[in-house]
């Protein structure tokens, strides 16, 4: 019924709409229409009332209400419909939250987003700072009919899904990836992705794709340790905040066109799209992984998304784990 009253007043604009009328239109009374309307101002939405005009909507929060991405999305897996979208004010983790809905049947494409996270987990064990208001941090949930070893792919889908999405909203600036699924600008960190699976060893049950993005983020607001390797979309933009709502709608819209182009076409076309968007290949790099310290040259990705690094000799050496760091050209 939120939804159907945020629609109903976007639609007059500035006109007002009489509570009476709402009321009749949803089957429910006065008094229902008018708590509803407290509720949603609550949330941010500057609604005017008059008793004898009725109600207008003023102002929209950039919050990532169901409604207000929804709106900005015609998808046919992720969130196709706004029940799937799944908003919290403060949860541990989005990734969290996500995998019990998962564990009890949560079907494919759904979302979970949060104004902030308590507990936001990064790669490797790190953590991921989640300020509220300050970030987009959404997770999905997509049930690929594949095995586990065939699932890298979907992770490199996540980072292209991202670095396309922001710059359809900010096409001024130009985020590239660092593998696997690390976003930069000007070399600096703005977005994160966690990937997580759970499979057997014949089919991946589900994978969940954890994105960070730190967007209207202030350098105060990031960890020291991080102020000087990190940055926001806003930070990037001459200090100009970005709409939340506008940078996650447009990443879960390309998410949904790039994984119903993988199921359909494999995962080339995606290869492919990293490869474009990339800051990685051609460069000399150290490879930090569980056996150690690797140097050379990234060259390319194998046809499971794994990094091809060229060592001293000219051997070529895939990788499908690590952290990259990047040394002198
Ligand atoms: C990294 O670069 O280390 C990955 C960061 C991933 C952060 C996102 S925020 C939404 C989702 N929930 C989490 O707890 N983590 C991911």
Same mark, same amino acid.
């Given at each position: ?131 509220? @208001?300050?970030? !987009?941090?959404?997770? &999905?949930?997509?049930? *690929? ?5 065939? +699932?890298?792919? =979907?992770? /490199? ?54 994105? @960070?993005?730190? !967007?209207?983020?202030? &350098?105060?607001?990031? *960890? ?5 390797? +990190?940055?926001? =979309?806003? /930070? ?94």
């Amino acid at each position: 019924m939120r939804e159907e009253i945020i629609k109903m007043l976007k639609k007059e604009g500035t006109v007002p709409l009489s509570g009476e009328a709402i009321a009749r239109k949803l089957g429910v009374s006065r008094t229902t229409v008018w708590k509803i309307m407290r509720a949603l101002e609550a949330d941010g939405y500057t609604i005017e009332g008059s008793p004898r005009r009725g109600y207008r909507m003023l102002q929209i929060p950039d919050r990532l209400f169901p409604s207000e991405l929804d709106a900005k999305l015609s998808s046919r897996i992720i969130a196709p419909v706004p029940t799937y979208i799944h908003h919290h004010h403060c949860v541990d983790s989005t990734n969290n939250v996500l995998k019990s809905m998962a564990d009890q049947g949560a079907p494919e494409g759904t979302v979970v987003v949060a104004e902030k996270q308590e507990k936001g987990r990064g790669r490797l064990g790190r953590n991921w700072s989640s300020p509220a @208001g300050g970030g !987009v941090y959404l997770s &999905l949930l997509l049930r *690929p009919p594949i095995p586990p070893q065939h +699932a890298s792919p =979907l992770t /490199l889908l996540a980072a292209v899904a991202a670095c396309i999405g922001i710059r359809a909203v900010l096409p001024q600036l130009s985020p590239g990836i660092k593998w696997p699924n690390d976003l930069l600008l000007g070399g600096r960190k703005v977005c994160g992705i966690l990937c997580e699976i759970k499979a057997e060893m014949d089919l991946v049950h589900y994978l969940i794709a954890g994105i @960070g993005i730190n !967007v209207n983020t202030g &350098l105060k607001d990031l *960890p020291h340790t991080l102020q000087s390797s +990190a940055t926001s =979309l806003k /930070l990037e933009n001459g200090d100009r905040a970005v709409s939340r709502v506008a940078v996650a709608a447009a990443i879960l819209q390309h998410y949904d066109e790039l994984y119903c182009e993988y199921l359909e076409a494999g995962a080339a076309p995606v290869l492919a799209r990293w490869r474009e968007y990339n800051v990685t290949l051609g460069r000399s790099v150290k490879i930090q992984n569980q056996s150690g310290l690797y140097a050379g040259i990234a060259r390319d990705l194998d046809s499971n998304g794994a990094l091809v690094v060229e060592g001293d000799s000219g051997e070529l050496r895939p990788f499908s784990a690590g952290e990259v760091v990047f040394g002198t050209q």
